[in-house]
């Protein structure tokens, strides 16, 4: 693993200079080895402070993913609210101002209740 570590860093380096090398080692080792959250992920608004899980990864997708492709998230384990896991898409799941969503490995959002 360090040797793909080191072999990204190389390949990033030169295409893109030493700094900006070391920032994206640091950050890959934060969200993936020390499995904390990116500083800067997007933020999706929302008018009510209650609604079924599935809405609220439809509403971060829009029309990018399937209604069938978003419950398949659910029932895989991949959908998780301030790091618990939701596996029932039709669970009504209260938001609050700051709440972070992470939808399998890459994925996350901060809800901003309007």
Not at 34 to 49: A, G, L
Not at 57 to 84: A, M
């Amino acid at each position: 693993m360090e040797a793909k570590k080191q072999l990204a860093m190389e390949i990033v380096r030169r295409y893109h200079g030493d700094r900006i090398a070391v920032e994206e080692r640091e950050w890959f080792d934060n969200v993936f080895s020390k499995n904390q959250i990116p500083e800067s992920i997007p933020e999706v608004e929302f008018d009510e402070k209650e609604l079924p899980a599935v809405h609220i990864v439809e509403k971060y997708f829009g029309d990018k993913k399937t209604k069938s492709e978003i419950r398949r998230l659910f029932v895989q384990g991949g959908v998780r609210k301030n790091n618990e896991k939701i596996m029932n898409p039709m669970d009504k799941i209260e938001l609050a101002n700051g709440d972070v969503f992470q939808i399998g490995k890459q994925t996350w959002f901060r809800v901003n209740l309007a």
